[in-house]
């Protein structure tokens, strides 16, 4: 979900659990939306993506959907293993190319 | 194929010092975004270049900021005269001319003044 602030808002899951992540983005005439992962010290990088013409798309353990009518982004993640803990991102892009991050999740996974 | 490089790193710089970030896009990639990563916030667009043009400067400061990407070389992000509040992370990214959409990033400069 979204945040204000200094806290992150953090998701811990049990090894092995689904993990869903929320986003909630701004512009309706946002066409692109991205999933990154951030971990410490290093850059986004990049997980799927989804055109605004699609509600779904699937990757290798991840899944995004996508709700125009309430503007709500999400990504699942299955069998989530502790190499995904990590703080996620997502993006969108509307008019021009600059990207529009949300403010992060932080995805804890316990052993 | 090497992904976005970002130099320095790190970077420490004195109140009222000059500091300059370097990136060097993936090969073939023409676009060059630079971003802003304050603690525990999510990135801010700051400018989008391409070889020997401002694109969208609409998230850079007004005064002390600039950036260039010239014909040879790589991009760099400037600030003069930093203040504490410059002290973030700054990533470089890149995407190639014909997508536009996908922006690989770098590993980022993180930007210290005492």
């Known amino acids: 979900g979204e945040s204000v602030g200094l806290h992150l808002p953090t998701l811990s899951v049990q090894e092995g659990d689904n993990s869903i992540i929320n986003c909630a983005y701004s512009n309706s005439a946002s066409d692109y939306f991205i999933w990154y992962k951030q971990e410490s010290g290093k850059g986004p990088q990049f997980i799927i993506d989804?055109?605004?013409?699609?509600d779904k798309r699937q990757g290798q353990r991840v899944t995004v959907l996508l709700n125009k009518t309430v503007k709500h982004l999400s990504l699942q993640i299955a069998a989530t293993q502790p190499g995904d803990s990590a703080v996620y991102f997502c993006a969108e892009k509307g008019r021009g190319n600059k990207l529009v991050f949300g403010a992060g999740t932080i995805l804890r996974v316990k052993s | 194929n090497a992904g976005v490089m970002q130099n320095p790193r790190h970077l420490v710089r004195r109140r009222g010092q000059e500091a300059r970030l370097r990136c060097s896009p993936m090969?073939?990639?023409?676009?060059v975004y630079w971003y802003r990563q304050l603690p525990e916030e999510g990135l801010k667009f700051m400018v989008y270049?391409?070889?020997?043009?401002?694109?969208?400067e609409s998230g850079m400061p007004k005064e002390r900021f600039s950036a260039e990407f010239p014909k040879e070389g790589p991009s760099i992000l400037r600030i003069q005269q930093v203040v504490r509040g410059d002290s973030a992370a700054y990533f470089c990214a890149s995407s190639p001319p014909e997508a536009g959409n996908e922006q690989f990033f770098g590993p980022g400069t993180r930007l210290t003044v005492l």
């Open positions: 270049l391409q070889k020997e043009n401002i694109i969208d």
């Open positions: 090969k073939g990639h023409s676009h």
């Open positions: 989804i055109r605004s013409n699609m």
